[in-house]
């Protein structure tokens, strides 16, 4: 069975950095674009970066440019969000999300940035 599990939110203070993994299991990881998105509480849930199969193209949303980085490690079934100079608008779930053929969501991870 396909399962995509986070790891790696938690509680951060402003100017601060985290690591978010998403791995798989189940499936041919090497396949799948792989994105992560968030969604913060009472709004919608946003697109924050996208890396293609072979991690020869990554996309990020205006808000997180030049201070998030997204990468990937298919020989361990892995994609990855480093968030640096975190700010309270960065607290949220974060999604990893899975896309070849069909796609697949993880069940989240909590982020929250406060002092």
């Known amino acids: 069975q396909a399962q995509f599990v986070e790891s790696g939110g938690g509680l951060v203070q402003p100017g601060g950095s985290l690591r978010l993994s998403c791995t798989a299991s189940?499936?041919?990881?090497?396949?799948?674009?792989m994105s992560w998105y968030r969604q913060a509480p009472g709004q919608e849930r946003e697109l924050v970066a996208a890396?293609?199969?072979?991690?020869?193209?990554?996309s990020y949303a205006d808000s997180v440019k030049g201070r998030f980085t997204i990468s990937r490690d298919n020989a361990k079934n892995t994609a990855y969000l480093q968030m640096n100079s975190l700010q309270p608008e960065d607290t949220a779930v974060y999604y990893c999300?899975?896309?070849?053929?069909?796609?697949?969501w993880g069940q989240g991870t909590h982020v929250t940035v406060s002092s």
């Open positions: 999300h899975g896309l070849w053929l069909r796609q697949y």
């Open positions: 189940g499936v041919t990881f090497s396949r799948y674009r």
């Open positions: 890396i293609s199969s072979a991690g020869d193209s990554i």
